[in-house]
């Protein structure tokens, strides 16, 4: 079983609204994936509003972890910043001056700051295994 951690961006108006719309794009992104995947879990694990989370955020900076997926709130595999999906390998190159951070903690920062303010943002969990093998059990 495989983790794979999202930050998704939602519209907001209610934490309710935010968790459907959160349920919705957690499949969505593993609909999209190249390979065929069953999802075994879904959850949520941190719920916050755009504004409470863009006060606290900090320029990028090196982290111990040097995995592709590295951010300063933990490996993330994608996030949906309102319009689309951004991945390690799909994100906008980062500045001149980086501060030794990688490009996707630029994305992920950027994701965060460029966030519509009332917006709320999911860390969503979901588990997956490849189709033949959610079949076999």
Avoid at 8 to 21: Q, V
Avoid at 63 to 86: C, K, Y
Avoid at 120 to 128: A, E, G, K
Wanted: proline content about 9%; charged content about 20%.
């Amino acid at each position: 079983m495989t983790r794979c951690t999202l930050l998704l961006i939602t519209t907001g108006e209610s934490g309710r609204k935010a968790l459907s719309e959160g349920m919705l794009l957690a499949e969505r992104y593993v609909d999209a994936l190249p390979m065929d995947l069953a999802i075994v879990e879904s959850t949520p694990f941190a719920v916050a509003p755009a504004l409470r989370i863009q006060e606290k955020v900090s320029l990028p900076v090196p982290l111990e972890d040097t995995t592709s997926a590295a951010t300063a709130v933990g490996p993330l595999q994608a996030i949906w910043n309102g319009t689309r999906w951004l991945t390690p390998g799909s994100c906008p190159p980062k500045p001149l001056e980086d501060h030794g951070a990688t490009e996707w903690q630029w994305a992920h920062y950027h994701a965060v700051l460029s966030a519509p303010r009332d917006s709320i943002m999911l860390l969503w969990d979901i588990y997956v295994v490849p189709m033949n093998e959610k079949m076999a059990a």
